[in-house]
């Protein structure tokens, strides 16, 4: 056998496959070297936006963003002491890490002055509604209520001296300032809680980078294992629960990582395996893996080009994809096989090319429709696979020609032999019986698919561990303090106008409370009142207190207070007319810190600020009790994403359907009709008969099920494209479809295995689906006409 | 105000003990005492003030449960304390509750006052610096705040007593003084029944 030398148009071939290699590799490379190339572990961005309206998009940004960067820690002891000093030991082995801009175990003990010296200038504009009807309608004694301000033995809410408010009014007020933690009660300075068994203590850590950062996660679990060691040591016996954001992503990351690379791992091997067992030969096995890692790398830089993230459950995906991505090669390695010494590059391409890009165009339609789906998370697995089969394919054209020139020396003969017999026969049992096997499926089916039941649950797409939710759930019931996801979103043209229309929605919150609906809320013009009700109290004063005729000196005399105090309060009266509170005012302040992401502020359409609803129990009654008001609106975004998934489900569906009629007619384009059908007809079957199995198992139909049906169909419709076109013997081309569907198989199969119900739901319909539609492939390819034997 | 709370602490923590062996005794005294009844005459001397003010009530202090102030002249006012709420009753006798969690120094107070009584001074100790005078009979005691804080409105605590405290002179950083001279103090083993009454929680919200 002489071989010729290698024709330049091949070189050039695998020269620009290796350039393209080159650029991806490096489009790869420069990120990940600069600590870029991360994946995405914040949840919220697998979703699109929800909420039709923006800025409650924007409000639900803002409050995740400031509790994202948190950490809470719960240290149990038998008692508060041993409790206490747990939570010291905790603190200090935590500010050991830097990863923790600031760990704090005690409260500043309330610093009552801070909040007085704020509100001490605008104590006249400061009064409950009470108080203000009550000096209105005259019922209001200001002798009483001086006399209880001088005699009142303690207080232990801020007040102001008997110079400044005499009379309790805006100590009143201040008292009824909203200032409790949840269930924790402060003690000694810390946070403390209790239930039946031990006394807890609270300390709360804030990152100092990002918690969706690898590096950051990373230290994070450091820093707790640290601490746990630390507290083995000094208190044996004491129980420590913690949540965060950044625990739950660390977590889920690992997970993700550990999977990719086993099932990565797996995958890789049994391909590789199989591809050596069939051509024996390490040539073969070689290429593919160059092919594979090609089509890997470009899917990873187009990805990470286009939508600049990766997330973990693409990640996962991308294992999986191995096994798909190497079966263009393997039909190569198939045809070059069959070809014996007839074989050249060249004719090689020739014999397979019109079928590969059949199959890739099916692929590609298939995984197009997943890149268009609505959701991030879902769209870049299809962009990803989009991109690897294409650069995979594309490798099959590029180098494999250069790299196989020699004509195959193992002779398959033995092997064709018995896969073709196995295929005739196999291909007769189908034919004989095949109105029955329709008959079959379709009856196993139907009942099967009578008990479907759709599933929108959002926690699909991430996996949750299970030792985290239990202590979050754990830490929600002893200290109150979780995320509901709910909240009041407050809109008007001004600042103002926010501010009175927080005001006007109170009673009814406070209503709700009564009723139990509703444990307490928080919002911001309890501390800053608008400057309309600051103008009723200051006029309240006025004509009340201050005016002429109410004897205010006489009252003041008869309690024995200086009669300076009298001018003094005029004084002070007039003072506050320069300056209202205001909300910026009140947003400088240290102690208003954790109420600042309340106010949103300026938005497009105007102001907004946000009324936190805390232990919220009825929902109807909160949504009936804001109907009538127009600017106020409750946002859910847990409910919102689930109807997000509802409608993206039910617009799967249809997509499967209009996905079935595009590739029947891209079909008919280069066949009959009839034989398009035939061709269909194995992934048509595959797809009912998933349903049905899915039907029988109790297993939901979500989202991410109806995608991978699309899958089914255009992945499970290559294999009678590939026997049907494959030129040369029909043994070679049949192994080499074997091959192809057992790697293809094994990685969908590896997807089952994933801790994601996503992925497992994905992998379970395409294993599935797949079997089914490659055990019935020859029923596609009947009427074949032979093209010839090896 | 905040002073007087203070003080009702000393009052009780008269037992508190400081390096001496005298407080020690005069807390040991004071353990053996589940429930401490007396009346009170309150003296307020305030710069806003033209003359001092008088006023008297009566107290039941109960080392389990809490401690009830009723003010009786000029102005009927009563406040019911305990670990978990205050009850405020104004002159309409009208209840007014406030939880624990939902006011910071609440709780604080009422622990610290019930660790008093219940022996466990540390955390007076803590907050203040102690020094005693006299014999277990006959004794005074001074207290300087230790914080900063407390220190910024309250300049010291005076208590002298023999058996039981039986003055208590809080002298506030802006000058203003209170003095509780107490009368007809008892010790009992257990609170009346209308006094525990006070002590339940009250049946309806404000």
């Not at chain 1, 009014?169 to 409790?180: E, K, S, T, Y």
């Not at chain 1, 696979?385 to 490798?395: E, W």
């Not at chain 1, 180098?399 to 018995?418: F, N, Q």
Request: net charge neutral; glycine share 8%.
């Amino acid at each position: 056998m002489t071989v010729r030398p290698t024709p330049l148009s091949l070189i050039v071939r695998a020269l620009v496959w290796l350039l393209l290699a080159s650029a991806a590799a490096t489009a790869v490379f420069i990120p990940w070297s600069q600590g870029r190339l991360e994946p995405q572990t914040d949840l919220l961005a697998l979703l699109p936006p929800t909420e039709r309206d923006p800025v409650a998009e924007l409000a639900v940004e803002r409050l995740a963003s400031q509790s994202s960067g948190r950490a809470l820690f719960l240290v149990g002891a038998g008692s508060g002491e041993a409790a206490a000093s747990a939570a010291a030991d905790i603190a200090r082995a935590l500010r050991g890490h830097g990863v923790w801009a600031s760990v704090h175990d005690t409260v500043d003990e309330f610093d009552p002055r801070r909040l007085l010296d704020f509100y001490a200038n605008q104590r006249f504009a400061l009064m409950t509604t009470q108080d203000r009807r009550a000096l209105e309608d005259g019922s209001a004694s200001l002798a009483q209520r001086l006399q209880a301000k001088l005699h009142t033995p303690f207080s232990w809410s801020p007040r102001l001296t008997l110079d400044q408010d005499p009379f309790g009014l805006a100590d009143a007020w201040l008292a009824d300032l909203p200032q409790g933690a949840g269930r924790l009660q402060v003690r000694d300075g810390r946070l403390v809680a209790e239930d039946a068994s031990r006394h807890w203590v609270l300390v709360q850590g804030q990152l100092a980078a990002s918690p969706w950062t690898t590096d950051t996660q990373e230290q994070a679990a450091a820093s707790l294992s640290d601490v746990r060691r630390a507290l083995q040591a000094t208190h044996p016996d004491a129980a420590l629960l913690h949540t965060g954001p950044v625990f739950y992503a660390e977590a889920s990351r690992r997970t993700a990582e550990q999977e990719a690379s086993q099932l990565g791992a797996v995958a890789m091997a049994g391909t590789l395996l199989m591809i050596y067992g069939l051509f024996r030969s390490l040539r073969p096995v070689a290429l593919s893996m160059l092919c594979m890692g090609f089509g890997i790398l470009v899917a990873v830089a187009v990805t990470w080009q286009v939508q600049g993230q990766i997330h973990l459950i693409t990640l996962v995906f991308g294992a999986s994809l191995i096994g798909e991505s190497v079966d263009y090669a393997v039909q190569y390695f198939a045809a070059h096989l069959g070809a014996g010494p007839r074989w050249t590059p060249e004719g090689g391409l020739r014999m397979v090319g019109s079928g590969l890009l059949v199959a890739l165009s099916t692929s590609l339609l298939a995984y197009g429709a997943l890149w268009m789906a609505p959701l991030p998370a879902l769209s870049q697995i299809g962009l990803f696979a989009v991109a690897g089969l294409s650069a995979a394919c594309l490798s099959v054209f590029l180098l494999l020609p250069a790299c196989v020139r020699r004509p195959a020396h193992h002779d398959p003969a033995r092997m064709i032999v018995v896969a073709e017999r196995g295929l005739q026969r196999w291909q007769q049992i189908l034919h004989r019986w095949r109105f029955a096997i329709i008959g079959l499926c379709l009856a196993v089916a139907l009942p099967g698919w009578l008990r479907l039941e759709g599933n929108d649950d959002l926690r699909q797409l991430a996996s949750m561990p299970t030792g985290l939710v239990a202590q979050d759930q754990q830490i929600q019931q002893l200290t109150g303090m979780g995320n509901s996801g709910q909240f009041l979103l407050v809109q008007a043209p001004s600042a103002q106008e926010v501010l009175a229309l927080e005001e006007a929605l109170a009673p009814r919150l406070v209503q709700l409370q009564q009723q139990g609906a509703l444990v307490a809320h928080q919002r911001v013009s309890a501390f800053v009142p608008s400057r309309a009700a600051q103008q009723r109290n200051r006029d309240a004063w006025a004509q009340h207190v201050l005016a002429p005729g109410t004897a205010l000196e006489r009252v003041l005399d008869d309690a024995g207070v200086q009669p300076v105090v009298a001018d003094h309060l005029r004084h002070g009266w007039r003072r506050g007319a320069d300056h209202p509170l205001e909300v910026d005012d009140w947003l400088q302040q240290p102690w208003a810190a954790p109420l600042k992401p309340l106010w949103i502020g300026a938005t497009p359409n105007g102001h907004a600020s946000v009324v936190l609803p805390i232990g919220l129990k009825d929902k109807a009654a909160l949504v009936a009790a804001v109907d009538d008001l127009p600017g106020v609106q409750l946002v859910d975004k847990p409910a919102s994403a689930g109807r997000l998934l509802t409608e993206a489900r039910q617009g799967a569906t249809l997509w499967l359907a209009a996905a079935t009629a595009i590739l029947l007619a891209l079909l008919t384009l280069r066949y009959r009709p009839a034989r398009a059908i035939a061709l269909l007809t194995p992934a048509l079957l595959g797809m009912g008969l998933t349903l049905g199995v899915f039907g029988w198992l109790g297993e939901p139909v979500t989202l991410p099920v109806l995608m991978a049906l699309i899958l089914v169909l255009g992945v499970g419709v290559n294999y009678p494209i590939f026997l049907w076109e494959g030129s040369g013997s029909l043994g070679t081309t049949l192994l080499g479809v074997l091959v192809s569907s057992a790697t293809t198989l094994l990685s969908f199969g590896l997807l089952v295995f994933s801790s994601m119900p996503a992925l497992h739901q994905f992998g379970l319909t395409l294993l599935v689906g797949s079997t089914v539609t490659i055990a019935l492939t020859p029923l596609g390819v009947q009427g074949r006409p032979s093209k010839g034997t090896a | 105000m905040r002073a007087l709370t203070v003080a009702l602490l000393a009052w009780s923590s008269a037992f508190a003990w400081a390096s001496t062996d005298l407080v020690g005794q005069i807390a040991a005294q004071a353990r053996q005492t589940p429930v401490l009844r007396a009346d009170f005459v309150q003296t307020k001397t305030m710069m806003a003030l033209k003359r001092p003010l008088i006023s008297t009530g009566r107290m039941v202090l109960s080392s389990e449960q809490g401690v009830v102030w009723l003010l009786e002249t000029p102005v009927r006012v009563g406040y019911v304390l305990s670990d978990q709420r205050v009850v405020e009753i104004d002159v309409q006798g009208v209840p007014r509750v406030r939880q624990a969690s939902d006011v910071p120094g609440l709780a604080q107070i009422s622990r610290t006052f019930q660790a008093m009584i219940g022996g466990n001074l540390d955390a007076l100790r803590d907050q203040f610096d102690i020094s005693a005078s006299g014999t277990p009979a006959r004794w005074e005691m001074l207290l300087r705040p230790r914080q900063r804080q407390t220190a910024a409105f309250l300049e010291s605590l005076r208590l002298a007593g023999g058996r039981h405290v039986e003055r208590i002179t809080i002298v506030e950083a802006n000058g203003d003084t209170t003095t509780l001279q107490m009368k007809n103090v008892n010790t009992e083993t257990a609170l009346l029944r209308d006094e525990a009454v006070l002590f339940q929680a009250p049946p309806t919200p404000r």
